[in-house]
């Protein structure tokens, strides 16, 4: 099963400062030494994150792949197309959203509309376009429809399960679909939520291939790097103070 690491919350932290660090190439060096096997970015809209020159530098210094996330709207497929990356996931996406909140509607006509002409779009290019949508079974079917290469299940009704009842009918709705797309020729993804306490039971499902992990892995770096980037500082300051004793900086 592949891991791809979603790195957008770097470049959340560099734009709160609107400065160049850190950096989410440097991240993705680090992503890939680690072992992923993929990098995954979402160029939203209102760039809030993850800004085009990331992107175009991200597809030109990735050992692994990169898997950029968009929604289905001519600016930011045009964009895609562009850089044609090994694989684009089409995203529903509304701006006062934090985070993607469901999959793509494929049943409301529109939708659909707009995702067969990106992944036309995308497909002439020769990108590998995946679909983020609910686990189910219209969802599946449309998505066939429309000849994509693979699906990326919403894991979020999974994740935000309340109980464990809700939990277990959510893993089995996700093994259903997973079945399905697979039975229709469909590369079977999944990702949203995730985390360390949760990954098991739908890193379980056989026909899964490819799980796309965010949030919590930051998250967790932050936590694990947090040691040692203050001993840093101590040592920084330090030297300063040494000095400044000695007369001489640094
Ligand atoms: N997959 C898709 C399509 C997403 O939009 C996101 C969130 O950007 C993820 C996976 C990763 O979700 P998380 O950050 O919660 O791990």
Redesign the pocket.
């Known amino acids: 099963m592949r891991l791809y690491v979603?790195i957008?919350h770097v470049a959340t932290i560099r734009e709160a400062r609107k400065t160049d660090e850190p950096d989410p190439v440097r991240a993705a060096v680090l992503v890939e030494l680690a072992g992923a096997d993929g990098i995954?970015v979402?160029l939203r809209e209102d760039r809030r994150h993850v800004q085009e020159r990331d992107v175009r530098l991200l597809a030109e210094t990735c050992r692994s792949v990169l898997n950029l996330?968009v929604a289905a709207e001519d600016g930011v497929v045009e964009v895609a197309r562009d850089i044609a990356p090994f694989q684009v996931?089409l995203?529903p996406e509304s701006r006062e959203e934090v985070?993607?909140e469901g999959g793509l509607d494929l049943v409301s006509s529109h939708v659909r509309e707009r995702v067969a002409q990106a992944t036309r779009r995308l497909q002439e290019v020769g990108v590998r376009v995946s679909l983020?949508i609910d686990p189910s079974s219209e969802a599946v079917r449309a998505s066939a429809e429309l000849q994509v290469e693979a699906v990326?299940f919403h894991t979020g009704e999974y994740a935000h399960a309340r109980d464990l009842g809700e939990r277990e009918r959510e893993v089995t709705r996700l093994r259903h679909a997973a079945a399905l797309a697979v039975d229709l020729g469909l590369a079977a993804h999944a990702?949203?939520?995730?985390t360390y306490e949760n990954v098991a039971a739908v890193a379980a499902i056989p026909e899964l291939e490819e799980l796309?992990?965010?949030?919590?892995i930051v998250s967790r770096a932050v936590f694990v790097g947090m040691e040692r980037a203050v001993r840093e500082m101590r040592v920084a300051m330090d030297r300063g103070r040494r000095g400044l004793a000695t007369g001489t900086q640094g």
């Open positions: 979603n957008d995954t979402h996330e996931t995203v985070t993607t983020f990326e990702g949203h939520g995730l796309n992990i965010g949030h919590a």
